[in-house]
């Protein structure tokens, strides 16, 4: 028997416009003894059926609804249907010659709560956050080998919040390649807007890569025609391969991991790109941005892509503070005339906040600031309407004079 949850009045409005989240605080009551995972039917308070969804006893997102057809069970076809959807959307977005490497499930957004699966060439990664993902964790890997039959499955369950779902962090292969035993299986060299990048999915941060910057990174590119460019937080250094593929004169990354720092100088490698038009500067960005700004050193372009600052609404003050202060030095650092792409991975972190934080800093840093080209994640992270907090990345190309 599939368990009910009932919920309390008048909380039943944001399932109503298909929000696949329900906190414990709007439910009344619980009938039957699901346990984590099971797949539950959701009611509103009168006793009308909303949607169906995973259990998750110990989160305060108690219930992720996985359909709002009555009509729909959750299981192996259900899985394939969805994860087939999803895969449809992102055939369209890219040619295959220039792009073999993309996000093929963006969780909430593609209707899989708890569910992300990126695309690296030939590896699918796969990260499971809810218990509800967990539960189907077959099926998902059932509909990945269907719908991409050549393709090895790795897990990149290693994320903090699966601690507050109450899971272990886990990390494997789901579908192992013949030398699985090998460090080298979990590397690949995926292929961005014609440029070639290594990834490795086990060592890579979150799923091995960020490719939600694709398309600004291939704005950088248009800019960067003639340009000094400070790359900050630079990961692997692929604003700086984009850069000097658009003609950039040098570019300076700057990221506190030596090894991402290792792959960005292999990457130029790769690329057959002028090694000596790159510095890698392995520093604090915060103090680094400082000591420029002391030695009088200036740029064409600043890029600066911070790590997400807020994780939650009690952090967001702090968080403002934070992308002032490093958008103020850094807009110090950019020639007259010149640019900054400056840019803001924090959900909670809404674009008119930010453009406002900008504006601000600028105010501070006493430059004016033009705004000239908004940037979010790329298409294949797709915000869905009845789940805003989708659009997470947030970019402003600015003319500082
Ligand atoms: N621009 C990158 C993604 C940046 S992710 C790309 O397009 O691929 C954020 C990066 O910031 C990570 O590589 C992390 O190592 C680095 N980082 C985090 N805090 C830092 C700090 N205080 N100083 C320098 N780098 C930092």
Not at 44 to 70: E, H, M
Not at 216 to 244: D, E, W
Not at 355 to 374: G, S, T
Request: hydrophobic share 40%.
């Amino acid at each position: 028997m599939t368990a009910s949850v009932y919920l309390q009045a008048e909380r039943e409005k944001s399932l109503k416009r298909k929000h696949p989240w329900i906190f414990s605080k709007a439910i009344a009551q619980v009938k039957g003894k699901p346990r984590s995972g099971d797949t539950v039917d959701v009611y509103d308070a009168k006793g009308q059926w909303l949607c169906r969804g995973a259990y998750s006893a110990d989160s305060q997102i108690r219930v992720r609804a996985w359909t709002f057809n009555p009509d729909e069970a959750i299981d192996a076809a259900f899985f394939l249907r969805r994860i087939s959807q999803a895969q449809q959307i992102r055939a369209q977005l890219f040619d295959a010659s220039q792009t073999n490497s993309y996000r093929v499930v963006a969780a909430e957004s593609d209707g899989l709560p708890g569910i992300t699966i990126d695309k690296y060439d030939h590896i699918l990664v796969c990260q499971l956050l809810s218990f509800g993902a967990e539960r189907h964790r077959a099926d998902i890997v059932a509909a990945l080998t269907s719908v991409f039959p050549d393709c090895v499955v790795y897990e990149r369950s290693d994320v903090e919040v699966r601690k507050k779902e109450g899971l272990p962090l886990v990390t494997g292969w789901l579908v192992a390649p013949p030398n699985a035993d090998d460090a080298a299986a979990t590397q690949v060299t995926i292929r961005e807007n014609g440029m070639q990048i290594l990834v490795d999915v086990a060592q890579g941060h979150k799923t091995g890569f960020y490719l939600d910057q694709r398309d600004s990174r291939a704005a950088a590119r248009r800019y960067a025609a003639q340009k000094t460019v400070l790359n900050c937080f630079s990961y692997t250094g692929t604003f700086a391969l984009a850069a000097l593929k658009g003609g950039a004169l040098h570019v300076t990354n700057a990221d506190l991991s030596e090894l991402a720092l290792q792959t960005a100088s292999d990457n130029v490698a790769l690329n057959g790109l002028d090694a000596s038009k790159v510095s890698n500067v392995k520093a604090d960005v915060f103090k680094l941005l400082r000591s420029y700004k002391e030695q009088g050193q200036q740029f064409d372009m600043v890029i600066l892509d911070p790590p997400k600052f807020v994780e939650n609404k009690s952090q967001l003050m702090g968080a403002c503070r934070g992308y002032k202060d490093i958008n103020r030095v850094a807009m110090q650092l950019v020639k007259p005339g010149g640019l900054l792409l400056t840019f803001s991975c924090s959900g909670l972190m809404e674009e008119s906040l930010f453009q406002k934080i900008v504006a601000d800093a600028a105010l501070d840093a006493q430059r004016d600031c033009l705004f000239i080209e908004r940037l979010q994640q790329a298409t294949d992270h797709p915000i869905a309407s009845f789940y805003p907090e989708g659009h997470y990345l947030k970019g402003l190309v600015c003319v500082i004079r």
